[in-house]
């Protein structure tokens, strides 16, 4: 041979796998005219695979003259579909390959193919065969193991070549020209059957590819759908195939990672172009083709494709939509960033992380650029109310939370949701703490604010704003305390402050009218030690809302306020003592818990309806 064998297998064939030992004969015995494929294996056990033995028949035209120097000279073609390199990848499993080929009417050659093949041959007229063949038998097996062990199983060899060579195959068949092929696998002592021929494939239907015509000449996808009951492969396993139809061979590409069909169907799907052929490369392992031009090929293919079973069933396309508009419901952030074909055939997790992949990378984007252009600009307020979005979808997630809290650990579980316990903010890290602060349950305006201390004693609560000694005895500790509107200590402006109480289920009404008074003395007791710079106080006591108690709070002068639970509501004035003339206005909501929730949820859900109505127009449903 005119090339260096040894060094041609390292820089081929690196990366061959051994199923292309049956797909390269097979390709030869096409080549050849054959129509007849016969595949023997014979390994006494997995232990001794040095022992492993390939028997390869085909009835072509064998190793004429001008077919033999072609053998014996790498790289020499006639077409491009062609590569001269094929024959490489038996070396790479067997050390020796012995070949007898009948060709000519009577002559015999017969030859071993080794890494010292010199390009001789023995011939022969051999008057007892007329008929024309080729058998390789493969020995000598030089590796430790088989990558998988299945390679040499009679159904796995048939579904290889079916799966590489079913349009060659169905070319065959609509030119009436048969193919047959059969299997033997003997293991272990124990002898398995397959066969095949063309009459067995189906019919498939053609679907031009429209809008490839700048890229590419004219591309159809051939495509078959049947039920789970009709397998050409007969294996047992449910196929999905989406493959390019290149040189005579079928190159499967992954248009979804992870994809999963429906058990109850098959699904065939082949793309061909006549500008495809000749883009493999010389081992015709992969695809020659810009990076660029390979994409828009997937996303034409991948786009046809989901379009088809769209059409074709309507069982599947049904339930896409259901999946389709979950993901609109439960990420209204994330629409149109996420890859729609993908829907139903992907894990949600693997389409939802997708979209937040292109999500983050906008946000880089739009956050490095030193100025924006128009374009930047507009793709900049559109992000922005994708921010926003993903923050009101959280606060909706919480609302859900909340509705499934169990009533009795409701004090503690619902402090923990609204602030966590022992835990200070500051407005200084707002965005950092918007995640943490969910204080606008109780009203957004509460989302500003200066200070926050969570469960903190009433000295603490001072001495977070304004250290002194002493606290005047009150060493109760409201559940949530939040002071807003400006930093107390910063200027001497009077500011405003937020008291939440919550008191556990099932009090009486007179325990519950404790946080009344409770309400009273803390703005008494903080309005003295601020001077009266307190102007006003919001108060929030979370009771258990019972037809007694609506009648205390109804004789106390609370007015009721539309809610979807229980909110009473009074304004007056607190003094600090007998002889203050300008008390502090004090703003006092007693409510039930049904009210903050569902209250919460009906201000949420009209943010969250706005900015889903805006992103819906940027998305076009493929059903």
Request: glycine share 4%.
């Amino acid at each position: 041979m005119e090339v260096n064998v040894n060094q041609a297998i390292k820089i081929f064939f690196s990366k061959s796998s051994f199923e292309m030992i049956y797909m390269e004969a097979f390709a030869n015995a096409l080549d050849a005219n054959a129509t007849e494929f016969n595949v023997s294996v014979d390994l006494d056990d997995y232990s001794n695979l040095q022992n492993l033995r390939i028997m390869i028949e085909d009835n072509g035209e064998g190793f004429t003259d001008k077919r033999y120097s072609k053998f014996s000279k790498l790289l020499d073609v006639e077409e491009k579909t062609h590569k001269g390199l094929g024959r490489l990848v038996y070396l790479c499993y067997f050390d020796r390959v012995n070949i007898t080929s009948y060709y000519d009417k009577g002559k015999k050659r017969t030859f071993e193919f080794t890494n010292d093949f010199d390009g001789k041959s023995d011939i022969v007229k051999s008057s007892s065969c007329k008929k024309s063949g080729s058998t390789f038998v493969l020995c000598g097996f030089n590796g430790d193991k088989l990558s998988k062990n299945i390679n040499i199983k009679s159904t796995y060899i048939k579904r290889v070549i079916l799966e590489n060579f079913i349009m060659r195959f169905y070319e065959a068949k609509i030119n009436k020209k048969n193919i047959t092929v059969n299997i033997r696998s003997t293991i272990s002592g124990k002898t398995d059957t397959e066969s095949f021929d063309c009459s067995a494939l189906p019919n498939f239907k053609i679907e031009p590819i429209e809008g490839a015509i700048d890229l590419f000449d004219s591309m159809e996808v051939y495509y078959h759908i049947s039920d789970a009951y009709d397998n050409i492969f007969n294996d047992g396993r449910n196929t999905f195939i989406t493959a390019l139809s290149i040189d005579d061979r079928c190159f499967p590409v992954d248009l979804l990672s992870g994809s999963r069909m429906p058990d109850k169907y098959n699904m065939i799907f082949l793309l061909r172009s006549s500008s495809l052929q000749g883009t493999t490369d010389g081992s015709r392992q992969s695809i020659k083709m810009a990076e660029t031009t390979q994409r828009a090929l997937i996303s034409l293919f991948k786009a046809a494709v989901f379009h088809i079973i769209t059409r074709e069933v309507p069982e599947i396309a049904e339930s896409n939509k259901k999946q389709y508009n979950y993901i609109q419901e439960r990420f209204p952030h994330l629409i149109g960033m996420i890859d729609e074909q993908s829907i139903g055939y992907v894990p949600h997790h693997e389409t939802i992380k997708q979209a937040q992949d292109k999500f983050f990378k906008t946000e880089r984007e739009l956050l490095g650029a030193s100025e924006l252009n128009d374009e930047q600009l507009e793709k900049s307020i559109e992000f922005s109310s994708r921010t926003l979005a993903a923050y009101i979808l959280y606060r909706q997630k919480l609302i859900e939370k909340m509705l499934t809290l169990d009533k009795s650990a409701l004090e503690e579980d619902l402090h923990n949701l609204l602030a966590p316990r022992f835990k200070a903010f500051s407005g200084d890290d707002f965005e950092k703490d918007a995640y943490i602060n969910n204080l606008w349950v109780l009203d957004d305006k509460f989302m500003t604010y200066e200070h926050v201390l969570s469960e903190a004693d009433m000295v603490k609560v001072i001495g977070h704003l304004n250290p002194i000694s002493g606290n005047n005895g009150d060493n109760d500790r409201p559940d949530i305390t939040i002071f807003f509107s400006r930093d107390p200590e910063a200027d001497g402006e009077k500011f405003d402050m937020v008291i939440v109480e919550l008191k556990r289920l099932g009090l009486s009404p007179e325990m519950n009218s404790i946080v009344e008074i409770q309400l009273d003395k803390r703005t008494q007791l903080l309005s003295k030690h601020y001077g009266n710079r307190i102007q006003r106080a919001w108060y929030y006591g979370i009771v258990d809302m019972t037809d007694d108690y609506r009648m205390h709070l109804k004789n106390n002068e609370y007015k009721p306020l539309f809610s979807h639970g229980n909110i009473y509501y009074k304004v007056k004035p607190v003094y600090r003592d007998l002889n203050d003339d300008i008390g502090v206005i004090q703003h006092s909501y007693i409510l039930d818990y049904k009210s903050i929730v569902e209250d919460a949820n009906a201000r949420n859900s009209a943010f969250l309806r706005i900015l889903k109505d805006k992103f819906c127009h940027l998305s076009t449903p493929p059903f």
